[in-house]
């Protein structure tokens, strides 16, 4: 019989008549919420390069991926889901949204278990209402599937600490190893378990640790081939945007989408000059009696290590984005929960009322505002381009990898190029950009139109200069901006 | 109320838990003094300034709060220091009960309290002030003597307030050793076989025990009195203790009478007599114990006027020991007793540092004028993490006691050090005045003009910038600042509103007996 030095909250019958209840229901809204989104955004980057992605073979999809920076699982699934299925962005979205639904009893259960029904209930719905949750739900990308095997890990995890059962040992290595393979930056999720492990290791039974031991070199040797793989194919694809070192707004931009998504300039503005609101929050969390438990260290390291860890090592490397660091996302809706729930009861009464309104306000604002930052109107901006350009213009993109969500829609018959120029059936790597070339490169892409329509979109550094060129040079004829960061230039170049 | 966490011990008993596990992990106080260091240092050299009066404010308050943090990490470094105690060192004592008008039944259930002190040899005297503090129930004071068979010494020329008195019993009682009780501190039996034993070492002057208010959740002030009690009578005076700087309090003390003597006796020239009494204890060499367990239970003032009074009374005090006594330079203390003294004094020198710091956002918002040129968010990461560690180093050290309230109460308190400040550096004149035992009803909400005055004009600060400069983010940051410092003082408005009674539960209620026993009576 195992003795814990910790008291663990009890975590026998958490499914009562109400809680099935609420989370049905919550579970339908969220539904309701995120197939009506699915059909409403353009196809974004990162969706039109993962689609484009998996429309490869296995082995050529293990190649893509190894040289995009990233890990295969995803991109098998995707590949098979939509082999099963149809190789729309519609039927990727399907997969998140499938996975993400999935992980909402996962949400309630791991929140439960770390403090009780109350806070795993309350904490639920914030994760169905987040727009961020909801843009990640809705996305073709790996985010879903990275927050399930998180909260999976989590599970069992507790599960281990308090029971020590082989099945959760089971749990436990296949999550981890299913999460290693989803995204690199699962391993930041493993080592703040591990940390908080070793931060009271005491208060566990000793063979823990030396289980513990053999899980990490498990994982280790579970990653070694891909590592092995990777290396092998010498350089990185270069087909991603440039990310910039983090600066402090950008930290707290992080925990500002964490709740209310993605809102415009002025709004996000507005919601981060708001920051004094947390000292007034941790002015009033001074309650009596209100001892940190051993869980809610747990609830602290995921939201901190992994957030602050990626930011420091972004001044070496840039990585910080805050969907990498979706996992924290969650332990900080939990923390959310349970500090409110400190409160007297009217108290935390009218702070969950406020709490959800404004989240469902900045969903609600995400959806149908056109200013959100995060959206990316291709589609239109594609329709707009196959009526408006003819077979005497010229189409140019800049940065050279949004040719990916462009020729998803784009059905016209103008020619398309990209600056710098870029022959993708020979380099796999976007090359890169030389300001003694612009012209050189203008001079060639124009030859024999009428027209070029340029179109901006992530910035890589070279987009003013380019732009400036072009202005200098020929007479700009319009303007017209699709959406945040995406504007389309007509010039008249012959 | 709510505490749902299921961790929080069921024992939740007010009286034990904040003597109890106030001990903070070095780490934590290390990490804490070293982020508060770093943050003072970022906001001072690394932030370009903007206004330069309203930049010297600012950081005139960084260092004031700098000074507070470390000096009260420095504080509670080590809560667990043991002194000897020898329970068997049971050396005669007087019992001194201070009287100065109190209703007559309160003394009563003290002095019989004292009676049933389970203890060889000791005297009780009723030290009636009653007379020369013109109260009316002077002679009941006597006859309530006569009838418990215990002494009293009516004093019949004013002379040094409450250190008068006791100056006064000194010269008429025997014993060399003798405890003080306001007259509404009840002791429990076992008060002096706790505390005598400390005695055995020769150079320990004086014992302290906490001030408990069994009144605490009478009402909105009590409750807030006690709040800040807790956290001065925890890990403070346990932290003092262990660097030999412990002051009086008071009440609920036991003193060795040659060291008060060769002090001057109870320093009468300080509205706060027992910390400058203290103070020249240690510089003679006399060390100092305290004793945390609960051995007397008192009553915290009822209505905001007493409040009022006593804090004013306490700031005074204190302000006085910084501008009148040569701290710095008295040769007889030790560097951490210095320390030590020039922390617990200069804590009421807050209340002009808080005024700083809530006006300017207000400032802000009728001039534009900023103390840092605007980097909002680059403040804010140092800034976060700095003030929860500082709040969560409060809580642990509290044994998670420290609340919302106390701090409320402590930084609302603003007005009333101010005041002190004031009524210091002008040499005004206060009278002693004795914290009311019983509640003065009405409202109190004048005195708090400077509250109500703040959030009419962050109010008008607000429009007025919404005229002139629109919705911007400045805004929502100053405004936030605003709302922070209104709801910080929320609750002290709310005690100065006529008080709603809350369910009365002492935690120790005693029955009295009346004990027909001759009396002495001694007059002065």
């Known amino acids: 019989m195992i003795k814990y030095n910790i008291k663990f909250s009890s975590s026998s019958n958490l499914w009562d008549i109400n809680s099935v209840i609420v989370i049905i229901f919550a579970t339908l809204i969220s539904l309701a919420i995120s197939v009506s989104i699915i059909y409403l955004n353009s196809i974004r980057l990162d969706e039109a390069q993962s689609i484009w992605q998996v429309s490869h073979s296995v082995s050529e999809i293990l190649d893509i991926v190894g040289r995009d920076v990233h890990v295969p699982l995803y991109h098998i699934i995707l590949h098979f889901w939509q082999a099963i299925f149809d190789n729309s962005i519609i039927s990727a979205r399907y997969l998140s949204l499938f996975i993400s639904i999935i992980s909402i009893p996962f949400v309630y259960i791991l929140s439960s278990k770390i403090y009780n029904k109350q806070i795993g209930l309350m904490t639920t719905i914030i994760f169905i209402l987040s727009p961020f949750i909801n843009w990640y739900a809705n996305e073709a990308r790996m985010y879903s599937l990275l927050l399930l095997l998180a909260v999976l890990n989590s599970i069992f995890f507790i599960d281990i600490l308090r029971k020590n059962k082989r099945i959760s040992w089971i749990g436990f290595i296949a999550t981890a190893i299913l999460g290693i393979y989803t995204h690199y930056f699962y391993w930041l999720f493993l080592l703040s378990n591990a940390l908080f492990y070793l931060i009271n290791y005491r208060q566990f039974p000793r063979e823990l640790f030396q289980k513990f031991s053999i899980v990490g070199i498990i994982l280790i040797l579970s990653i070694s081939p891909w590592i092995y793989y990777v290396v092998n194919l010498g350089s990185a694809a270069n087909t991603k945007p440039i990310l910039k070192s983090p600066s402090s707004v950008d930290l707290f931009n992080t925990f500002s989408q964490y709740i209310f998504g993605f809102q415009p300039d002025l709004i996000n503005s507005i919601i981060l000059a708001a920051w004094p ?53 969650l332990f900080f809706y939990l923390y959310i929960v349970y500090i409110i729930n400190t409160y007297f009861r009217k108290q935390s009464l009218i702070l969950y009322i406020g709490l959800i309104f404004s989240i469902g306000l900045a969903l609600f604002l995400q959806i149908t505002s056109p200013y959100t930052p995060a959206k990316e109107n291709f589609e239109d901006l594609s329709l707009y381009l196959t009526t408006k350009a003819t077979a005497r213009d010229t189409i140019v993109l800049s940065a050279p990898f949004i040719i990916y969500p462009f020729e ?45 329509y340029v179109i901006l979109a992530y910035d890589q550094g070279y987009e003013k200069e380019f732009k400036n060129y072009l202005d200098k040079n020929f007479e700009k004829i319009s303007e017209r901006e699709f959406s945040p960061d995406l504007t389309l230039y007509q010039y008249k170049i012959n | 109320m709510k505490l749902i966490n299921n961790y929080i011990s069921m024992n939740y008993t007010p009286k034990i838990i904040f003597l109890k596990n106030t001990q903070a992990t070095k780490y934590l106080l290390t990490i804490g003094a070293i982020v508060s260091v770093i943050y003072f240092i970022f906001i001072t050299f690394f932030i370009t300034p903007s206004n330069y009066w309203l930049y010297g404010a600012l950081i005139v308050g960084e260092t004031f709060h700098l000074w507070q943090i470390v000096s009260y990490i420095i504080t509670i470094w080590d809560t667990n220091s043991k002194n000897t105690c020898e ?161 009086m309090c008071g009440t609920n003390m036991v003193l060795r009478k040659e060291a008060i003597l060769e002090a001057g006796g109870m320093c009468e020239t300080n509205i706060a007599e027992d910390f400058l009494t203290s103070l020249f204890v240690h510089s003679k060499g006399w060390k100092s114990v305290y004793v945390p367990e609960v ?48 922390a617990s004094a200069s804590y009421y020198l807050s209340g002009i540092i808080f005024l700083l710091n809530m006006a300017l956002p207000i400032i802000f918002l009728f001039t534009n004028q900023e103390p840092l040129v605007n980097s909002s968010m680059t403040i804010a990461l140092v800034f976060i993490p700095y003030i929860y560690l500082v709040m969560y180093i409060l809580q642990r050290s509290s044994n998670f006691t420290y609340s919302f309230k106390g701090l409320a109460f402590s930084m609302s308190s603003f007005m009333i050090h101010i005041q002190a400040l004031i009524a210091v550096l002008s040499n005004q004149k206060n009278g002693f005045s004795i914290t009311s035992k019983t509640q003065v009803s009405g409202n109190f909400i004048h005195l708090n003009w400077p509250h109500i005055l703040y959030i009419l004009t962050g109010v008008l600060g607000i429009l007025y910038y919404i005229y002139s400069n629109g919705i911007n983010s400045s805004l929502i940051a100053n405004t936030t600042w605003i709302v922070l410092n209104i709801m910080i003082m929320i609750p002290f408005i709310m005690a100065s509103l006529p008080l709603k009674q809350k369910n009365i539960v002492f935690d120790n209620q005693k029955s009295f007996q009346t004990m027909p026993v001759s009396s002495k009576l001694t007059i002065d």
């Not at chain 2, 068979?149 to 025997?174: D, E, F, S, V």
């Not at chain 2, 002096?192 to 959740?217: C, E, H, R």
């Not at chain 2, 409750?223 to 800040?228: H, I, T, V």
């Not at chain 2, 040769?331 to 020039?342: A, M, T, V």
Request: charged share 20%; net charge positive.
């Open chain 1, 277 to 329: 609101v947390v000292v007034i929050i941790i002015f009033t969390s001074l309650q009596r009696k209100l001892k940190y438990s051993i869980f809610t260290t747990f609830v602290a390291i995921h939201i901190l290590i992994p957030i602050g860890l990626v930011f420091i090592l972004s001044y070496l490397r840039p990585m910080f984005l805050s969907r990498y660091l979706i996992i924290s996302a």
């Open chain 1, 408 to 452: 998803y829609y784009y059905q016209g018959i103008t020619s398309v190029e990209t600056f710098p120029i870029w022959d993708r059936s020979k380099v796999v790597s976007i090359p890169n950009f030389d300001s003694s070339q612009i012209e050189g490169q203008v001079n060639k892409i124009k030859d024999g139109h009428q027209y070029m």
């Open chain 2, 87 to 247: 329970t068997k060192f049971q050396p005669e004592v007087d019992i001194l009960i201070t009287v100065a008008g109190e209703p007559i039944e309160i003394i009563r259930k003290t002095a019989i309290a004292a009676k049933n002190i389970d203890y060889p040899k000791f005297n009780i005297y009723l030290l009636n002030d009653g007379f020369v503090a013109k109260k009316d129930n002077w002679k009941e004071v006597e006859l309530l003597a006569t009838e418990l068979g215990i002494n009293c010494i009516t004093r019949r020329i004013p002379h040094g307030a409450k250190a008068g008195n006791i100056n006064n019993a000194l010269k008429q009682t025997k014993s060399k050793f003798f405890v003080v009780f306001d007259a509404d501190h009840i002791p429990n039996p076992d008060f002096l076989n706790k505390t005598m034993g400390y005695f055995i070492d020769s150079k320990v002057a004086f014992v302290q025990t906490p001030q408990y208010y069994k009144n605490y959740n009478q009402n909105l002030v009590t409750e807030g009195a006690w709040r800040q009690q807790e956290l001065f009578f925890g890990a403070i005076c346990k932290g003092k203790n262990s660097n030999n700087s412990v002051f």
């Open chain 2, 295 to 342: 051995l007397a239970e008192g009553l915290a003032p009822e209505d905001f006027m007493s409040y009022y009074k006593q804090q004013f009374r306490w700031a005074r005090g204190s302000l006085e020991i910084i501008f009148k006594q040569n701290l710095l330079f008295n040769k007889g203390l030790s560097f951490i007793q210095k320390l030590q003294y020039l």
